[in-house]
């Protein structure tokens, strides 16, 4: 089964500077997802950025990028310039692909907590 | 621009009472999940759908019963409720195709007593 390790429970950044929320997973397959979503104290849960196996380029959506190694079964999130509104529970995720999508593997998630 | 749709956003239950959470989705997709969400643990798998009458087991699925009779509705049951089952839920779908990310509703919190 695969799983999905997020090591550090808690992270803490000062406005404006970048932080890294670290992710490792456990797969056999090659084709797969990996997600992190945002999840503020609304509880609303909020893509942040997807990256797709196969791809090697890492994603990027804005301040939020990847650092994608696919053969260390990693799957950091970096946050530049972070913001008070990034403050939130932060959860990467694993999705086996092929439209298996839905039946997504999370971690135990990172509380970010950013610091005027 | 409903999106995925749950009811109701509280609730608290005594043991043993039953109560259906309910989902829906106005985008049309065909897959649709309930998740739990509890501290320290993440978000687990309880029951999926594939498609409207079509449903099958996650990774946590004791105690809770679903059934898709419709595309938009993916209704999650508790038929005598636990106090282990106090709990966030999510609700969320998706599209069939390849690169499709799961749309979440805003979740109950469900206090079992």
């Known amino acids: 089964a695969q799983t999905v390790t997020q090591s550090q429970p808690e992270m803490s950044v000062q406005e404006a500077e970048t932080v890294t929320l670290s992710c490792t997973y456990d797969?056999?397959?090659?084709?797969?997802?990996l997600f992190w979503y945002k999840q503020p104290p609304s509880r609303q849960m909020i893509l942040v950025i997807r990256?797709?196996?196969?791809?090697?380029q890492n994603a990027t959506e804005n301040r939020f990028s990847v650092n994608f190694q696919k053969a260390a079964k990693s799957f950091s999130l970096k946050i530049s310039d972070s913001q008070l509104g990034d403050a939130a529970m932060y959860f990467c995720a694993y999705g086996r692909g092929g439209g298996s999508n839905y039946k997504l593997t999370f971690g135990k998630g990172t509380l970010l907590t950013v610091n005027p | 621009n409903a999106g995925v749709t749950q009811t109701p956003k509280f609730q608290v239950l005594k043991t043993g009472q039953s109560m259906t959470l309910q989902c829906a989705q106005d985008?049309?997709?065909?897959?649709m999940s309930w998740y739990r969400q509890d501290p320290g643990m993440g978000l687990r798998l309880i029951h999926y759908?594939?498609?409207?009458?079509?449903?099958d087991q996650g990774e946590v699925p004791n105690g809770y019963n679903v059934s898709r009779s419709t595309t938009e509705d993916f209704p999650l049951r508790l038929l005598s409720a636990a106090p282990s089952q106090t709990s966030v839920y999510f609700c969320?779908?998706?599209?069939?195709?390849?690169?499709?990310?799961?749309?979440f509703g805003n979740g109950t919190r469900l206090t079992v007593t």
């Open positions: 969320a779908s998706s599209r069939q195709t390849y690169n499709s990310p799961l749309h």
């Open positions: 985008m049309n997709h065909e897959y």
């Open positions: 990256q797709e196996a196969y791809k090697q």
């Open positions: 759908s594939v498609g409207a009458g079509i449903t």
């Open positions: 797969t056999s397959e090659s084709d797969y997802y």
